[in-house]
């Protein structure tokens, strides 16, 4: 087996190659001014890939998900999240989920622009919107792309509520239109703090706000009365399970007000990147690991089953249960974020001017 060394600053060390491209018929990416041609052997460099969708918004469709709407404005992720649910999707833009998915990342330029012609449209009906929810919307890009700000300032603009979740400090950028936004109670963030452990935090997402940032953050939103709440995703047995009880007392203390979890499920080629970091960087514990990552899944690591892939099943998944219960019980009196105003919404009274865009 080939030796596999970890990049700096990177994740995956491995790349497999989509498995899409071996389906009989021809791939035809819809992408605009690709540089890149499909290779195996990708450099550490990221390419930044402009396109421009026809639509924004996505309709969540699943009884595990809150959230019932989403925008993504950028495809792959620089963070370099190892155990990224998303890194599977990547092959459906024609790339690898593996170094790919942390160096080619699509830029939806329009997105802005989109987002505020289908919130206008006769047909919407107002309900909260989710930044982020496939990757990370304050990733490294949006330092120079500015997307997410664009789109946060529609929102302000059309008093439509919103939510965020980001494990980027970058999101303190934009405290100004937040706190305009919290003014009508149309803003909510969750900030994803996976372990308080540094050396682990720099292995499995090497591209993240550290600790100390990311808990600055929360401190700092909450200072400023933004409602934040923590999601500890994944919780992965054999590396951050036994956090859980700590995690809740830091954050709280940081000024969270509400602290949701998942499970780490590994779907697609996600188990084969994962198994790769793991013998790399926890060898001794490796297979462990693993073993305990299929006995929350049915004896899997993938899993698609509503209403189990999240949560696992299981003796392992009651156990991470009930220790986060009592961890919310304690530190957070089991609150939740409030509700966002779905009231304010001005967009009906200028419907009709979009026709003239």
């Known amino acids: 087996m080939k030796e596999v060394k970890q990049k700096k600053g990177r994740g995956s060390g491995i790349n497999p190659p989509n498995p899409y491209h071996n389906l009989?018929?021809?791939?035809?990416?819809?992408?605009?001014?690709?540089?890149?041609?499909?290779?195996?052997?990708?450099?550490?460099?990221?390419?930044f890939i402009k396109v421009h969708p026809k639509t924004i918004i996505n309709k969540v469709i699943s009884a595990d998900i809150p959230m019932m709407y989403s925008v993504n404005p950028y495809q792959g992720c620089e963070h370099g999240c190892i155990y990224c649910y998303a890194r599977?999707?990547?092959?459906?833009?024609?790339?690898?989920a593996g170094t790919e998915f942390e160096t080619r990342i699509?830029?939806?330029?329009?997105?802005?622009?989109?987002?505020?012609?289908?919130?206008?449209?006769?047909?919407?009906?107002?309900?909260p919107i989710s930044f982020?929810?496939?990757?990370?919307?304050y990733q490294p890009a949006e330092r120079k792309f500015q997307i997410t700000r664009q789109m946060l300032q529609v929102m302000t603009d059309l008093k439509h509520p919103v939510g965020i979740i980001t494990?980027?400090?970058l999101i303190l950028r934009d405290l100004d239109l937040l706190q305009q936004l919290q003014k009508?109670?149309?803003?909510?963030?969750?900030?994803s703090i996976t372990t308080l452990d540094e050396t682990l935090r720099r292995a499995m997402e090497p591209?993240?706000?550290?600790?100390?940032?990311?808990?600055?953050?929360?401190?700092?939103?909450?200072k400023a009365g933004i409602p934040v709440g923590v999601m500890m995703a994944p919780v992965i047995p054999g590396l951050n399970s036994h956090e859980i009880i700590e995690m809740a007392k830091?954050?709280?203390?940081?000024?969270?007000?509400?602290?949701?979890?998942?499970?780490?499920?590994?779907?697609?080629?996600?188990?084969?990147i994962f198994k790769s970091w793991l013998a790399v960087n926890y060898p001794e514990r490796s297979d462990k690991i693993i073993h305990q990552i299929e006995e929350l899944h049915g004896g899997q690591l993938e899993d698609k089953r509503t209403g189990k892939r999240m949560r696992g099943e299981g003796k392992l998944a009651e156990i991470i249960k009930d220790t986060f219960r009592l961890a919310r019980q304690k530190y957070f009196n089991d609150n939740n974020l409030p509700e966002l105003n779905l009231g304010a919404f001005i967009g009906s009274g200028i419907k009709q001017l979009v026709l003239f865009e």
């Not at 599977?88 to 690898?96: E, I």
């Not at 330029?109 to 289908?118: F, I, K, Q, W, Y």
């Not at 009508?184 to 900030?191: A, E, P």
């Open 24 to 47: 009989s018929h021809d791939y035809e990416q819809d992408l605009e001014d690709n540089p890149y041609e499909y290779r195996e052997d990708v450099d550490e460099k990221t390419q």
């Open 88 to 96: 599977p999707t990547h092959n459906y833009w024609g790339y690898s």
């Open 106 to 127: 699509m830029v939806k330029e329009n997105a802005a622009s989109l987002l505020r012609r289908e919130v206008l449209a006769k047909k919407w009906k107002v309900a």
């Open 132 to 137: 982020s929810g496939n990757t990370d919307c």
């Open 167 to 169: 494990k980027n400090s």
């Open 184 to 191: 009508d109670q149309l803003i909510r963030v969750y900030i």
């Open 207 to 222: 591209r993240t706000a550290s600790i100390s940032q990311k808990l600055k953050t929360i401190e700092t939103l909450s």
């Open 250 to 272: 830091v954050t709280s203390d940081a000024g969270a007000l509400d602290m949701g979890y998942t499970v780490v499920r590994l779907n697609g080629q996600l188990g084969e």
